[in-house]
């Protein structure tokens, strides 16, 4: 069937009015708010001419970007003090009356502000009539949410949670008159166990997390769980498809790495994350879930990795008094130890449709892979039943000495790495990039590691892998030692053996690791051999995937080696 063109927008109010004490022809149409400067002609007044002639540029703000309009209260100065101070439009002096209008205006790094034009009419009738209109079509945006319940870390990241709510965010909301019930955790899990069984949630329109990535692991801990628990679905049962959770989340970046708020709106600043919930955003959402043979583990939205960015995050636990900065230490001291794994990955590959992980097509705001149908996204029932490389050859097996073994589910991207993990990984393809990095030398691994924060392909060296997946195994080599409890109970020469063998292969660090641990979203697994399945768009965040220019552009820390 043919496109058919749009209609054109339908006119609504139009009227001259002043803005900035120039005369403004004002217009309001279905989707846009626009005012234009009206020529006007050269007066001569003491044989000066006043009056520029300049057709000054014209200036459109979409509807749907405008946050709110407000009577505007004029400043008049006082008669007995002769300060200036704000009184009421219906008693300012003169018969000038105005309104303000908030909009989102971009600025550079996709960050938006909340910009504001005050236009000035003659007659209140008028300046009220303008108040209604606009409020009219702002009440069309049924996508806005109206009340939100606010879950508040107080210790992610600098321990600012709190006051960047209170002094950035409630601000903005309360401008756009969204009311909030607003949390303030207690201790972890407060709020996945609040979201799990207490919350009311039919009273909101979406949850906002303030803080990092673990804080938001939390939310959609308890809002998934939530979801599955009321359509009883058995989270346990790893084949079973989950049901998407119908509430939105925005995040308030305030935790240390901030990669989940950075790879979908291309910031980490509150601000920017504000105006997003405000305006209704959507975004869809892939999430893996982990099971361990039958039971369920957790899930996971970024990073899931093990080896290197499992042992860095079991260092850091110990050096959360150093904030952010932990990640930097145990990064280097987890780079110097120079760990490798042993182990066999299976993995299910995605459909070619879905592109690659190296096809340069990067996911941004309504990305065309992701709005694929997503029947073609999803683990067919045949494919469910094909174990391994028995049948049809699908599952692929891989066995060797890693590194790191990453998945991630989308970019990654954070203020440490502004391409990410995986720069070409969707947020809502159902698939995840699957990146295995083989044993190297510690100046290898370096220099893959140094790509993160530049411009190279830290794909391109022959000890990394890359597949695109819908689901994997990972099984470590010594599998029936999966709990260290067990090893150390074992008695006798098959202990002997066992530490022997690891400790000729770490001759420099004279370790005794047979397993690392997962990294899942900043939290750590209890097991080592786990299933993971990617899920298809099953949450929603108030964020539009990142929009115009590239991050690639920024300059980089670091230069290629
Ligand atoms: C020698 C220079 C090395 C530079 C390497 C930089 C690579 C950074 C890639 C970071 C990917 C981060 C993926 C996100 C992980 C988060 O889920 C997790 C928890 O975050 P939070 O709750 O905010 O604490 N963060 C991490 O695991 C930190 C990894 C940092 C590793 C240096
Ligand atoms: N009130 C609290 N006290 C202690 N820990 C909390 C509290 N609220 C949340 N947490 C936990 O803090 C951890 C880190 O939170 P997060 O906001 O991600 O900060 P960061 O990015 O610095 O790790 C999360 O795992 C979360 O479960
Ligand atoms: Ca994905």
Redesign the pocket.
Known sequence: MEKQPKPPPLLLLSSQLSFQNRVCEVTLNSAFLSWKEVETRPKRTSGNIYGPLKAAGSHYVPVCEIISVQETEEDCPSTDTGKWQKVPQSVAESNQHAFTVSYVERTQKHRWRCSEVTLHCTDRTLCLQWVQAIREQLSLLTIRPKHLLVYINPYGGKHHGKRIYEQKVAPIFSRASISTDVIVTERANHARDHLKTEADLKKYDGVVCVG???MFSEIIHGLISRTQCDSGVDQDCSDEPLIPCSLRIGIIPA?????ICYATVGSNDPVTSALHIVVGDSQPMDVCSIHHNKTFLRYSV??LGYGF?GD??TDSERKRWMGPAR?DIS?VKT?LSHRYYEGTISFLPADENVGTPRDKLQCRSGCDICRLPSADKQVSKDEESVSDTETKGVWKVIRGKFLAINAACMS?A?P??PKG?SPSAHLADGTADLILVRKCSRFDF?RH??R??NKDDQFDHPFVEVYRVRQFRFTPRYEDTDSELDLRETEGSGRKRFFSQICREHPACSCSLAHSSW?C??EILPHAAIQVRVHCQLIKLFARGIEEQSVFEEPYAFSAI
Request: proline share 0%.
């Open positions: 990092g990535d673990g935790g240390s790495t901030d990669c970024s990073l960015y860095v995050l990640y990064g780079f990654c954070c440490r790495s993990l370096l590691l140094l993160h924060t990294n979203d900043g």
